[in-house]
């Protein structure tokens, strides 16, 4: 139902609940931001946590996600007559991207992402994914270089540091994806038979040369964000700094075992996430990527 809202809406435990639960690593790294910047961050990833969370689940839910992208749409409309959704993850980002000037081209290429995860799901080229990773994680870099108030001359390494980011999301996840009917790392055309696990063990050389080859392209496009992390103000350096060290450090620990994405989901803990933003607010020097 929509309604008239007499005032904007806030950001609730909702959010915070549904970033914490999508996201270990940038959550943790996320509450180290300025209060008022935290508060847009839990807005921008509350809401891309929720549409994501229609296409994830198991079996997908299509028609929830088109009816979310509705809902959105209508209160995106209906915004200067004070037209809300009654869902604060909605309301909140429709005001948020009011406030900020989203350009209405990056939303709709992250909502055409995540169609493409119902309609499009194993990908043969490098093009292919790419085009996905544009909405899924460029624009996402985009949004947060924008409520930041960075200058355009960001956009650049903003994307770049997203594009990286989700890459290691796609290599450590490549058994869940596997299951889920979903391949996102082509290696001359479509990889699903070689993210099998018991594939990969019978032709351990061609699955280490495989995630070595997409291990250096993250590297590549890592290197094309860091100018663009030691120019951020200090203030907003440390939470990407330290998320930006644990994509390296997940990278890192698949590089040396490849075989670790067979047997559990490599991601940071809690306490690994406190001790690297203390070293970055200290200026310790974390090894390279």
């Known amino acids: 139902m929509m ?19 999508g996201s270990t690593t940038y ?62 993850i909605i309301d909140s980002f429709v005001e948020l991207s009011r406030r900020h000037r989203f350009p209405e081209e990056w939303i709709d290429a992250f909502f055409r992402s995540m169609e493409m995860d119902i309609t499009h799901p194993v990908y043969e080229t490098l093009e292919e994914t790419l085009e996905y990773i544009h909405g899924s994680a460029e624009v996402i870099g985009l949004f947060m270089a924008t409520l930041l108030g960075l200058g355009r001359s960001t956009h650049r390494h903003a994307m770049m ?20 009917g979903r391949s996102y790392l082509p290696w001359d055309g479509p990889a699903v038979e070689l993210t099998d696990s018991g594939y ?22 890592q290197r094309e964000a860091a100018p663009g992390l030691r120019s951020l103000p200090r203030r907003y350096r440390i939470p990407i700094q330290t998320a930006s060290d644990m994509y390296a ?29 203390l070293r970055i607010a200290l200026g310790i020097p974390g090894p390279r990527s």
Do not use: C
């Open 200 to 221: 990969a063990r019978a032709h351990a050389s061609e699955f280490r040369r495989y995630l070595a080859h997409h291990l250096d392209l993250y590297q590549g496009w």
């Open 27 to 88: 959550y943790n790294s996320s509450v180290f931001f300025p209060p008022a910047v935290r508060t847009d961050v839990f807005a921008l990833y509350g809401f891309v946590r929720v549409a994501d969370d229609y296409v994830d689940r198991v079996p997908q839910d299509a028609a929830g996600f088109r009816d979310f992208r509705r809902r959105y749409l209508l209160a995106r409309e209906g915004q200067g007559a004070g037209v809300v959704s009654a869902d604060p």
């Open 3 to 21: 309604a008239s809202a007499r005032s904007g809406p806030g950001v609730t435990g909702v959010h915070r609940e549904t970033f914490r639960r």
């Open 161 to 180: 540091l997203g594009r990286a980011m989700q890459y290691i999301n796609f290599i450590r996840d490549i058994d869940e994806d596997r299951r889920l």
């Open 249 to 277: 450090w997940t990278a890192r620990t698949i590089r040396a075992d490849p075989f670790v994405v067979f047997r559990r989901k490599v991601k940071p803990t809690r306490s690994r996430i406190v001790t690297r933003v």
